[in-house]
C-alpha cells in the first residue's frame, strides 16, 4: 500500500470578495469514519465558479465569507478515516462533489442531488477544491482507469452533467436530439448524447468558433440562431436540451420538439420564460428541469472510455493553483473551451 507525508497545513486560494482572491495558508483537513483525505491533481473552471467570482452570487446562493471555489476536481488517496478503506491509499479518484444527508425523503427514494441539507463544494458557505487537499465521502470517490489523465477525471463531473440530461430526456439508440449551446456543458452533452447512441445531434450556437469545435465532438450538424431567417420547424427532434439560459433559445428549442418529444432544461438564464402552453399540450412534449446529476458516475467513467469522448481535447488551457484568478477570467474568451486548474502534478 502506498504511503504519503502530509503536512500540517496546505495551500488554499481563496475568494476574499466580488474579484478579489487571495493565497492562503490553511490547515489540512483530518479524514473522519467514512471519509477519504485527497490531495487534489486538476479542477475544472465552471460557469458556477465564475459568477462567484465576479458578482458574489449564483443560483441565489450568496457568498458572505471567503470562500475556496471549484469543484469539478479529480485527486489521489492518500488517508482514510476508516481502517476499511486504507487499501484506497494511492488511488487516483474523481470527486463527486456532493454530500448528502442520506437521511431525507429525497435521498431515501434515490433523489440525493435535491437533498435540502445538501453540501456541494464551492457553494456557500462550504468550501472548494482550490486547495491542495479535501475530505470526500468514500463513496463519493470514484476511482478511475490508469488511462485516464487527471484532466479528463476532473472533467467528468461536468460530463455527468450532460449524461444525467440525456438519461432524463430518455435519449437512446436512433435519437434526433436538438441542442442549444456550444460551450462546455453543450459539448458534453452532445458527446454524452452520442455515447447513448443518438443518430442525429444538431446543435444551435452563434459563435464560429464553438460551432466548428462542437462538429469534432459529438454534433452531427451545427446551425447559426443569427442567421437571418433562422427557424427551427422542421427539425422534429426526439429531445431538445437547453444549455444556454437565454429565453430566444428556450422559446425557439421547443418548436424544434416533434410530437411526444422531451424537453430538459439544464441551462440556467432568466427565472420567469414565456412558453407556449399550447404547443406543449397538443403536442404532448415533456417539459422538465434538471440539477446536478444522481448515481452516474460509474456510467460516465464507462463512456468517457469510449474512443471518441476525449475529455482531454476539451481543455483550451491550464494554469497553476496560484492562477486561479487568471483561469476564472480566461472563460470570456469566445476561443477558449475548458478551462484547467493543475493543483498538484502526480
Not at 474579484?19 to 465552471?46: D, Y
Not at 456557500?124 to 463519493?140: E, I, M, N
Not at 447559426?224 to 427557424?231: I, Q, R, V
Not at 429565453?247 to 407556449?276: E, K, R
Amino acid at each position: 500500500m502506498a504511503t504519503y507525508d502530509i503536512p500540517k497545513t496546505m495551500r488554499a486560494n481563496v475568494l476574499l470578495g466580488q474579484q478579489k482572491m487571495q493565497m492562503e495558508e490553511r490547515p489540512v483537513p483530518t479524514p473522519s469514519a467514512g471519509q477519504l483525505l485527497i490531495k487534489v491533481l486538476s479542477v475544472g473552471v465552471c460557469g458556477s465558479d465564475v459568477h462567484y467570482y465576479k458578482t458574489g452570487e449564483c443560483a441565489g446562493f450568496q457568498v458572505e465569507e471567503p470562500l475556496i471555489l471549484g469543484h469539478e476536481a479529480s485527486g489521489v488517496v492518500v488517508a482514510a478515516g476508516s481502517p476499511e478503506d486504507e487499501n484506497r491509499v494511492g488511488e487516483r479518484v474523481s470527486i463527486d462533489p456532493q454530500v448528502p444527508c442520506r437521511k431525507c425523503r429525497y435521498c431515501k427514494t434515490g433523489h440525493l442531488n435535491l437533498c435540502p441539507q445538501m453540501q456541494f463544494y464551492a457553494t456557500p458557505p462550504v468550501d472548494g477544491t482550490f486547495c491542495d487537499y479535501v475530505l470526500a465521502p468514500a463513496d463519493f470517490a470514484f476511482t478511475v482507469p490508469t488511462q485516464m489523465s487527471n484532466n479528463a477525471a476532473a472533467l467528468l463531473e461536468p460530463f455527468n452533467v450532460g449524461l444525467w440530461a440525456n438519461m432524463e430526456a430518455h435519449t437512446t439508440l436512433g435519437s434526433r436530439v436538438y441542442i442549444t449551446g456550444a460551450g462546455p456543458i453543450g459539448t458534453l452533452t452532445a458527446l454524452a448524447a452520442k455515447s447513448f447512441g443518438a443518430s442525429e445531434i444538431i446543435v444551435s450556437e452563434p459563435n464560429p468558433t464553438r460551432r466548428e469545435m462542437i462538429l469534432k465532438h459529438g454534433a452531427t450538424k451545427v446551425v447559426d440562431p443569427t442567421e437571418d431567417g433562422f427557424t427551427t420547424d422542421g427539425i422534429e427532434a426526439d429531445v431538445f436540451i437547453e444549455c444556454t439560459g437565454v429565453t430566444d433559445a428556450i422559446q425557439s428549442g421547443l418548436y424544434a420538439l416533434a410530437p411526444a418529444g422531451t424537453c430538459v432544461f439544464v441551462g440556467m438564464g432568466s427565472n420567469i420564460v414565456p412558453l407556449d402552453v399550447a404547443r406543449i399540450s397538443v403536442r404532448e412534449l415533456i417539459v422538465t428541469g434538471l440539477f446536478r446529476y444522481v448515481h452516474t458516475w460509474p456510467k460516465s467513467i464507462a463512456a468517457a472510455s469510449q474512443p471518441f469522448v476525449n475529455l482531454d481535447e476539451l481543455v483550451t488551457a491550464e494554469f497553476t493553483l496560484e492562477e486561479a484568478e487568471e483561469a476564472l477570467t480566461s472563460t470570456g474568451d469566445p476561443t477558449s473551451l475548458k478551462s484547467v486548474v493543475v493543483v498538484n502534478k502526480e
